[in-house]
Nanobody, 124 residues
Framework: QVQLVESGGGLVQAGGSLRVSCAASGRTLSGYRMAWFRQAPGKEREFVATISWTGDSTDYADSVKGRFTISRDNAKNTVYLQMNSLKPEDTAVYYC?????????????????WGQGTQVTVSS
């Protein structure tokens, strides 16, 4: 069983930066594909970014490509999402997710474990 805890959310002005983290406990994240999703009020939870367990393969939603960077430190059992050039439309609860499926992609049903989320609010 993997427990995921997100942190680092907060309020930031448009154009600013924020880094959210996801710390795992229970077992090592090695071997798990990791991802970030987000959910804005009244909207479906949507894919943001994913990273392979080795860290050498990443993929991003078109809406964040070039602005967000996903990374991981397996020694620290932590995954990060660096968010730059933030926009008001990035406002959402950001969730960390882990998958035992090596080839898991953007489909949230492929992810077995979820954190409780961290709020990111971007003011205009």
């Amino acid at each position: 069983q993997v427990q995921l805890v997100e942190s680092g959310g907060g309020l930031v002005q448009a154009g600013g930066s924020l880094r959210v983290s996801c710390a795992a406990s229970g077992r090592t994240l090695s071997g798990y594909r990791m991802a970030w999703f987000r959910q804005a009020p009244g909207k479906e939870r949507e894919f943001v970014a994913t990273i392979s367990w080795t860290g050498d393969s990443t993929d991003y939603a078109d809406s964040v490509k070039g602005r967000f960077t996903i990374s991981r430190d397996n020694a620290k059992n932590t995954v990060y999402l660096q968010m730059n050039s933030l926009k008001p439309e990035d406002t959402a609860v950001y969730y960390c997710a882990a998958s035992t499926i090596v080839w898991a992609t953007k489909n949230k049903s492929q992810y077995n474990y979820w954190g409780q989320g961290t709020q990111v609010t971007v003011s205009s």
